[in-house]
């Protein structure tokens, strides 16, 4: 029987590489129903903010996966990112980015290199919190859950497990962002405790990248939050031999999402010179992923064939080692012609058959105490701090007396330094002495008071402590 399978060809060389794609999954006789959708710059033109029709949700809700071409979001505000909103929507939280050598077909300084990175796919600076609070001054809000971050760091040894890897990397920030970063460190170290066979190792994602940039032969399987894992997968692809070549699979518990790691490429759109090959490696994690396995292990031969015998597309043609450069429907027939052969020198891709991931296990996560000790109030007004600082130090509601202000994260009260450049964004702090808790009215009461005496106020931030610390 057919596997109903979603399909979106979507913008740029989106058409083009989809239509490449299709050609070889035919020829290679996969057992797929094709439901095309459209979604991208004409849905988002058409008035969609999401870029595609509400009623695409049913279609990809009963359908097996989700194979996508590259899509282009419209310049401008208000158009929120389709990849995102499928990822989101669907919670499919596992993003697996492969980045494998191919040399010395495929030019690269790093011959040895094989390295997966599962990415974090639903929270992070991603869920698309962001503001404009003042004319000049704008706010992401970066959400680690540790919900989110128990899924994906089971998810990468889960995947280390089955496919016979033996290490997990972590890449975060928790020298900086002692919150969020931090607990998705407490959480991988916590769950790599139960996997006692599979090496563990974490870096500070700054150096981390640069030691995958200089030598990637070190790391097997890293995991890390949506931004970082969205930039490095970009960058690990690129140093294996080419973007171009890099395919990515979106697991959840409910669905699965299949597409390139590259976008749309609009200039060379229409022109046939895009490869395929990104899509093409996100069809067959597809292919796995639904139990065709033999078929996506006879396309990936086929595919390593098609590298040895130097048919390349411009992007990773080279004098002295390509043979011939092809254009994109060229190259995809120039795959179908090598379905059944093996390839001499790159290794042969074998497959085999692995049941889903249960949905993982949840922790129930803190019980701790929380009490409620103050609020951190933005406002919006231009420098300097003498010209309101009068307006606001007598006020006091409660327990809760003024005991901090700060400039983009830098103390200016009390103990400031001359030298620190304000912009227009403050924030005020308020608290009890001692840790006394306050109540949310005496927090209402304080907002009230700014508000008689005629203070923009932005936003504010409720101050708790659990267990006793402080959790700001």
Same mark, same amino acid.
């Given at each position: 029987?057919?596997?109903? $399978?979603?399909? #979106?060809?979507?913008?740029?060389?989106?058409?083009?590489?989809?239509?490449? @794609? !299709? +050609?070889?999954? &035919?020829?290679?006789?996969?057992?797929?129903?094709?439901?095309?959708?459209?979604?991208?710059?004409?849905?988002?033109?058409?008035?969609?903010?999401?870029?595609?029709?509400?009623?695409?949700?049913?279609?990809?809700?009963?359908?097996?996966?989700?194979?996508?071409?590259?899509?282009?979001?419209?310049?401008?505000?208000?158009?929120?990112s389709l990849n995102v909103t499928v990822r989101t929507t669907l919670g499919l939280y596992a993003n697996v980015r492969p980045c494998v050598s191919y040399f010395p077909f495929v030019d690269t300084k790093h011959p040895g290199m094989d390295v997966v990175i599962v990415r974090e796919n639903e929270e992070d600076l991603y869920?698309?919190?962001?503001?404009?609070?003042?004319?000049?001054?704008?706010?992401?809000?970066?959400?680690?859950?540790?919900?989110?971050?128990?899924?994906? $760091?089971?998810? #990468?040894?889960?995947?280390?497990?089955?496919?016979?890897?033996?290490?997990? @990397? !972590? +890449?975060?920030? &928790?020298?900086?962002?002692?919150?969020?970063?931090?607990?998705?460190?407490?959480?991988?170290?916590?769950?790599?405790?139960?996997?006692?066979?599979?090496?563990?190792?974490?870096?500070?994602?700054?150096?981390?990248?640069?030691?995958?940039?200089?030598?990637?032969?070190?790391?097997?399987?890293?995991?890390?939050?949506?931004?970082?894992?969205?930039?490095?997968?970009?960058?690990?692809?690129?140093?294996?031999?080419?973007?171009?070549?890099?395919?990515?699979?979106?697991?959840?518990?409910?669905?699965?999402?299949?597409?390139?790691?590259?976008?749309?490429?609009?200039?060379?759109?229409?022109?046939?010179?895009?490869?395929?090959?990104?899509?093409?490696?996100?069809?067959?994690?597809?292919?796995?992923?639904?139990?065709?396995?033999?078929?996506?292990?006879?396309?990936?031969?086929?595919?390593?064939?098609?590298?040895?015998?130097?048919?390349?597309?411009?992007?990773?043609?080279?004098?002295?080692?390509?043979?011939?450069?092809?254009?994109?429907?060229?190259?995809?027939?120039?795959?179908?012609?090598?379905?059944?052969?093996?390839?001499?020198?790159?290794?042969?891709?074998?497959?085999?058959?692995?049941?889903?991931?249960?949905?993982?296990?949840?922790?129930?996560?803190?019980?701790?105490?929380?009490?409620?000790?103050?609020?951190?109030?933005?406002?919006?007004?231009?420098?300097?701090?003498?010209?309101?600082?009068?307006?606001?130090?007598?006020?006091?509601?409660?327990?809760?007396?003024?005991?901090?202000?700060?400039?983009?994260?830098?103390?200016?009260?009390?103990?400031?330094?001359?030298?620190?450049?304000?912009?227009?964004?403050?924030?005020?702090?308020?608290?009890?002495?001692?840790?006394?808790?306050?109540?949310?009215?005496?927090?209402?009461?304080?907002?009230?008071?700014?508000?008689?005496?005629?203070?923009?106020?932005?936003?504010?931030?409720?101050?708790?402590?659990?267990?006793?610390?402080?959790?700001?």
């Amino acid at each position: 029987m057919k596997t109903p $399978v979603a399909i #979106a060809k979507g913008d740029g060389i989106g058409p083009e590489i989809m239509d490449a @794609t !299709l +050609f070889i999954l &035919d020829a290679a006789a996969a057992q797929l129903e094709l439901h095309e959708v459209e979604i991208g710059e004409k849905m988002y033109l058409k008035g969609f903010p999401t870029g595609m029709d509400p009623k695409t949700w049913e279609i990809l809700r009963h359908t097996k996966a989700f194979l996508k071409a590259p899509i282009t979001t419209p310049q401008g505000g208000g158009f929120k990112s389709l990849n995102v909103t499928v990822r989101t929507t669907l919670g499919l939280y596992a993003n697996v980015r492969p980045c494998v050598s191919y040399f010395p077909f495929v030019d690269t300084k790093h011959p040895g290199m094989d390295v997966v990175i599962v990415r974090e796919n639903e929270e992070d600076l991603y869920a698309g919190l962001e503001y404009r609070q003042t004319p000049n001054v704008c706010q992401s809000l970066k959400l680690i859950s540790r919900q989110g971050s128990e899924k994906i $760091v089971r998810y #990468a040894f889960e995947y280390a497990k089955r496919h016979g890897r033996k290490k997990v @990397t !972590l +890449f975060m920030k &928790d020298n900086i962002m002692k919150f969020s970063d931090g607990l998705f460190h407490k959480v991988f170290d916590e769950i790599a405790k139960e996997y006692p066979d599979i090496v563990n190792e974490h870096w500070i994602v700054d150096i981390g990248a640069a030691k995958l940039a200089d030598t990637p032969e070190i790391f097997d399987v890293l995991v890390m939050p949506n931004l970082y894992g969205d930039i490095l997968s970009d960058v690990a692809a690129q140093i294996a031999g080419s973007v171009g070549l890099a395919g990515s699979a979106n697991i959840g518990d409910h669905g699965a999402m299949f597409e390139a790691i590259h976008g749309s490429a609009p200039r060379r759109a229409g022109q046939n010179v895009a490869n395929p090959s990104g899509l093409l490696l996100g069809a067959i994690q597809m292919l796995v992923h639904i139990g065709q396995e033999k078929v996506a292990e006879a396309i990936h031969n086929a595919w390593l064939c098609t590298l040895e015998e130097g048919i390349h597309t411009y992007d990773i043609y080279k004098e002295g080692v390509s043979r011939e450069k092809v254009g994109t429907k060229e190259f995809a027939k120039a795959v179908a012609a090598n379905l059944g052969k093996q390839p001499q020198q790159l290794s042969p891709v074998t497959y085999k058959v692995l049941p889903h991931l249960p949905p993982p296990p949840l922790t129930e996560g803190s019980l701790e105490e929380r009490k409620l000790l103050g609020i951190d109030i933005f406002i919006y007004h231009k420098p300097p701090l003498e010209h309101f600082f009068s307006r606001i130090s007598h006020i006091a509601i409660g327990p809760l007396r003024l005991k901090m202000i700060t400039n983009r994260g830098v103390r200016v009260w009390p103990e400031g330094q001359p030298e620190t450049f304000c912009i227009e964004q403050w924030r005020c702090r308020f608290l009890g002495n001692d840790g006394v808790a306050v109540s949310q009215n005496d927090l209402i009461q304080l907002l009230h008071a700014f508000d008689t005496v005629q203070m923009d106020v932005i936003k504010s931030e409720h101050l708790y402590s659990f267990a006793g610390n402080p959790g700001f």
